[in-house]
């Protein structure tokens, strides 16, 4: 075994990445020295307030939004919850139709799920066998009484990149609000929420070097959305609570670096994407590539091997040194796969056998060298000491964590 396997390679940033140390040393004096509440009249309160907006014209800036268009939230399920709720039930609207995609982030299924309880219709949208939307699809749904489209702009398991720009279009054409869920997307691709025609946009912190527990929601400016947090009035009214000054800070300078160094991040993850989009199934016998090879985040590479369990895998490589995720279902016994791998298409057992590799900016070529290197004998040693072949179907309770 090489020394490498020694230090633990981390290849799971779709979950969760680490704060960058530039991020945390801004975020440090707003605990220690500069922790007053913002709307203070003092001068505790008069320091933390100018950090507070100029986050908020930093995080405008990686989308090309204006400052006033910004709320700050707890992350990204907070945003995607004010921005379902907070436009469809406008004025205590308890009526109309709802379009969004198999797809999604529970984070934006479980609200519109919801809503059906108080008398909302949804639709929602299947994906290609490479998890693609198809915008011709969102335009046959579409009725008289439809409230809002909401399609995330790139997946949290296999990638793909929805085509928001048209979906968009379709949206506006017909004065439709169109949300998308952004937080795969933000820092690894460009985003422009007005040649994208988005009214509303998700981002959390933690899926780009910030911390874990803020986030924001773009609203344009015009768009018909009430709070889902009644209280005290912060951000305008649409999002009550004592601001997170520390949290908002630590946004506001990831995402001053996000954009400073966005090319160049997206350019070397997309290289070694592609190496291991290449490699995995050309090193590993019956090792497919899930998602599309090119409309996918430069950050993502997931695959699905015959007769492996996703959870063997991802255990085995951790004892490697490499912390990945698999595709399979969510903890607590639950036994069903992944809602967004059966979208494609898969069966129980192809979705059982993936493999989500996702890159962040601090990975190095050495590391994903490391990963191909070792993942065939991992996979052959589980494909031999493991039951779990074509004479074994999946057993009850063996699924394994919920890919965020
Ligand atoms: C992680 C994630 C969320 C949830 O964001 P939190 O800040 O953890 O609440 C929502 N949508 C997508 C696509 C995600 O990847």
């Not at 005290?232 to 160094?261: C, F, H, M, W, Y």
């Not at 899930?290 to 007769?307: I, Q, S, V």
Request: glycine share 10%.
């Amino acid at each position: 075994m090489t020394t490498r396997a020694k230090k633990m390679i981390y290849l799971d940033n779709g979950a969760t990445t680490r704060v960058l140390p530039e991020v945390f040393d801004a975020m440090a004096p707003y605990f220690l020295d500069m922790w007053g509440n913002p709307s203070s009249l003092h001068s505790h309160g008069r320091d933390a307030k100018p950090a507070v907006e100029q986050a908020r014209k930093s995080v405008a800036a990686l989308i090309n939004a204006d400052p006033s268009e910004i709320v700050f939230t707890s992350g990204g399920t907070e945003s995607d919850n004010l921005a379902i709720k907070g436009t469809v039930m406008y004025k205590g609207k308890t009526k109309g139709h709802i379009i969004t995609t198999r797809i999604e982030h529970h984070a934006v299924l479980e609200p519109c799920e919801y809503l059906k309880r108080f008398g909302f219709d949804v639709t929602v949208l299947p994906v290609s066998r490479e998890g693609l939307v198809d915008p011709a699809e969102v335009e046959k749904a579409v009725r008289n009484d439809t409230v809002l489209i909401t399609v995330m702009m790139a997946n949290n398991e296999i990638g793909t990149v929805q085509p928001c720009r048209e979906i968009g279009k379709i949206a506006k054409d017909r004065n439709i609000p169109f949300h998308t869920d952004a937080v795969q997307a933000i820092g690894k691709m460009r985003i422009d929420v007005k040649a994208d025609n988005i009214d509303l946009l998700s981002l959390s912190a933690h899926k780009f070097n910030g911390p874990k527990g803020i986030g924001a929601l773009y609203v344009r400016k015009g768009t018909k959305i009430e709070t889902v947090m009644h209280g005290g009035g912060q951000e305008r009214g649409l999002r009550s609570s004592t601001e997170n000054v520390p949290g908002i800070v630590g946004l506001g300078k990831a995402s001053e670096i996000a954009r400073r160094d966005l090319d160049a991040t997206a350019s070397r993850m997309k290289a070694l994407r592609d190496k291991m989009l290449k490699e995995v199934p050309a090193t590993v016998p019956r090792a497919y590539v899930n998602g599309h090879m090119t409309k996918r985040l430069p950050n993502n590479a997931h695959f699905r091997f015959d007769f492996i369990e996703g959870e063997g895998l991802v255990l085995q490589l951790d004892f490697k040194g490499i912390a990945v995720s698999t595709g399979s279902a969510c903890s607590t016994g639950s036994l069903e796969p992944s809602h967004v791998l059966l979208a494609l298409g898969l069966t129980h057992e192809q979705a059982h056998g993936s493999l989500r590799v996702t890159l962040g900016r601090e990975n190095t070529e050495e590391e994903v060298d490391y990963l191909l290197e070792v993942l065939p004998g991992v996979v052959s040693k589980l494909r031999e000491i493991s039951p779990f072949n074509e004479r074994r179907p999946m057993g009850p309770g063996e699924g394994g964590d919920c890919v965020q």
